[in-house]
Structure formats: C-alpha cells, structure tokens
C-alpha cells in the first residue's frame, strides 16, 4: 500500500454582507455544504472587508455590493489590487447586465443573485475542481 492521498487545503472563504443574518445564513450553509469550503472570516461593510481581506488572506471573497460605506465594486478594486488575489464572487439582490460588466471590469469573476445559494455551491465547487490557482482570475465552469 502507498501513502495516503495528501490532503487538499480547504477554500478559504470571507463572507461580506451588511446584515448579520445573510452573513450567519450564508456561513453556515457554506460550512454545511462542502468540507471543502472555510468560512475564515467576515465583514459588515467596505472598510471591514478591507482589513479582513488583507489580514485573512482568503481565497475566495463572497462579497455583497450595497454596503453601509460604500459598494462592492470600489472595494472590489481594492482587494484585486491586495498581493494576496482572491477570486471575488459578488452576491447581490440588485443584479443586472450594467452590474456585471462593472464588477467584471472590476475583477470580479462571477455576480450571483440573492438568494440563490445553489448557484454559488455550483461556482465554488467548480473552483474546487478546477484545481487552478484561484488568484487567475479565470472564468469559472458554467
């Protein structure tokens, strides 16, 4: 018998939403989901996606875009701009063709609408398979 199969690192995840029930909501169904999926942190506006980001270092950042002091897209900037890249997956109730191209112009790869939880399992996942490193900033599957 051969060694044991090494052990993948789970995709660390930071959680950015202004309501703390979409954050606890989100957390755990990401950490019900998938062993493969971290929720390392979370933030409640810009400022504290910011800090988390740079201190966390996650790989994936699930990020609201209406927050208390300001929106995703500009914090979105912010964080491609970090040495650190993190995939960014934007999750919001105010999707729309405009809101795409902006968050892909961004760095964005992907905007989900809320409250779709399944298509967000379905991209991260993908991120999963694909093995890439997620700082590409590839399109996902699907």
């Known amino acids: 018998m051969g060694p044991a199969p090494a052990k993948s690192s789970p995709i660390r995840i930071l959680v950015v939403d202004d309501s703390e029930i979409v954050r606890k909501h989100l957390g755990d169904f990401l950490r019900s989901a998938d062993r493969s999926f971290a929720v390392c942190g979370e933030a409640a506006?810009?400022?504290?996606?910011?800090?988390?980001?740079?201190?966390?270092?996650?790989?994936?950042?699930?990020?609201?875009?209406?927050?208390?002091?300001?929106?995703?897209?500009?914090?979105?900037?912010?964080?491609?701009?970090?040495?650190?890249?993190?995939?960014?997956?934007?999750?919001?109730m105010y999707n729309s063709p405009r809101l795409e191209l902006e968050a892909a112009q961004a760095g964005i790869l992907r905007v989900v609408s809320k409250p779709a939880t399944s298509?967000?399992?379905?991209?991260?996942?993908?991120l999963v398979q694909a093995k890439a490193p997620l700082s590409s900033q590839a399109p996902l599957p699907g």
């Open 45 to 92: 506006d810009c400022r504290g996606a910011l800090m988390k980001a740079k201190e966390l270092k996650p790989d994936v950042v699930i990020l609201d875009f209406a927050l208390p002091d300001g929106d995703g897209i500009a914090v979105a900037r912010e964080i491609c701009a970090l040495p650190h890249k993190a995939a960014i997956l934007m999750y919001t």
């Open 119 to 126: 298509d967000l399992i379905v991209l991260l996942r993908g």
